[in-house]
């Protein structure tokens, strides 16, 4: 017990572009990197109390020679970005940062996640999103990776899938964990940890994350993941995205969640990923990337309370019966 790790908040984080739009058909994901650091992504993390920014600049690889694969669009484009990506995430890691890798469509989770748990095999993984994004290429509608990304990276599903060239490198097979309920077959079949829209309205955003971190790491000691998709915001809030969904979270329970997941100072990596400029009018551009921004900055350690005294804003409640 004595010997028990005690986690800080890691106070540097390293940015990560990757201009990637090969997982899904819509034109536009692979301008977000450039379209976040034009509004100020590197200005306004660095404007965190105490946080050191490093640009490590993106990931590129054009030119890649397709595979065929049944319903499985570009396997080898998808599968080339995740290689150089997994590396990149690696090396920022051990630079002993927090990576913050900006997609691109959510096909890129592969390679992030891979490049985590080549550093640290016992970080635990939070996928937020709209969609499960756990087809494989026999349960797919639409054949694009960006809804395949969590059946390649679990055990789980290792045998539901063909052989597929140009993967080879991936090292990565994450176990899906205990509990809960949802996106029905797989999940129930497996028990993976989770919580809908149902159990936000119930228990509230604060109760259902504490409850899954605490069910996929009850000692509190595992780095945590989270790969964040802007469509698991309601479509008012975001909607510059490929599938946007009403329904959804609000942008105060998306900070709530990512200040949750700060403050047990294990964050290690998040991706932030399905932004899409080229989708909406100018508002819906403008709405979405500083939507993003939020969800970043919270999950980075920005105070929404600034500098004003904790006192001021928690008084206790007067008890009327008392007196
Ligand atoms: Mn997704």
Redesign the pocket.
């Known amino acids: 017990m004595s010997q028990e790790k005690k986690w800080e908040p890691l106070k540097k984080v390293g940015i990560i572009g990757v201009p990637f739009e090969k997982g899904q058909k819509k034109y536009g994901v692979s301008v977000a990197p450039a379209a976040l650091r034009y509004a100020g992504l590197i200005q306004q993390l660095s404007e965190i109390d105490g946080l050191d920014v490093k640009d490590y600049g993106d990931i590129e690889t054009p030119g890649i020679e397709e595979v065929k694969m049944e319903n499985m669009a570009h396997l080898a484009p998808v599968s080339a970005c995740n290689k150089k990506l997994s590396k990149r995430v690696s090396e920022v890691l051990r630079d002993d940062r927090v990576v913050v890798t900006i997609g691109g469509d959510?096909s890129i989770g592969v390679g992030t996640v891979d490049g985590h748990y080549q550093v640290n095999n016992d970080m635990i993984l939070i996928w937020v999103?709209a969609?499960a994004?756990i087809n494989t290429n026999k349960t797919s509608d639409s054949g694009s990776v960006?809804g395949m990304p969590v059946a390649l990276l679990v055990k789980e599903f290792c045998s539901y899938w063909p052989y597929l060239p140009t993967m080879d490198w991936q090292g990565t097979l994450v176990s899906l964990r205990s509990v809960d309920h949802y996106e029905r077959l797989a999940i129930e079949k497996y028990k993976i940890p989770t919580f809908a829209m149902e159990d936000v309205e119930e228990h509230g955003i604060k109760k259902s994350i504490e409850h899954v971190l605490k069910k996929l790491d009850p000692e509190n000691k595992r780095p945590i993941h989270v790969s964040f998709?802007i469509?698991s915001l309601d479509a008012l809030e975001a909607p510059s995205t490929g599938t946007p969904v009403r329904g959804g979270l609000s942008l105060r329970e998306a900070i709530n969640l990512m200040e949750i997941i700060y403050a047990t100072g294990r964050l290690r990596a998040v991706d932030l990923?399905?932004i899409n400029p080229a989708i909406g009018d100018e508002s819906d551009r403008k709405k979405t990337i500083e939507a993003g921004l939020c969800v970043l900055k919270a999950a980075l350690g920005f105070s929404r309370r600034g500098t004003a005294p904790r006192g001021v804003i928690d008084l206790p409640v007067q008890d009327p019966d008392a007196q």
Request: proline residues 0%.
């Open positions: 959510h999103d969609h994004d960006h998709d469509d990923v399905e």
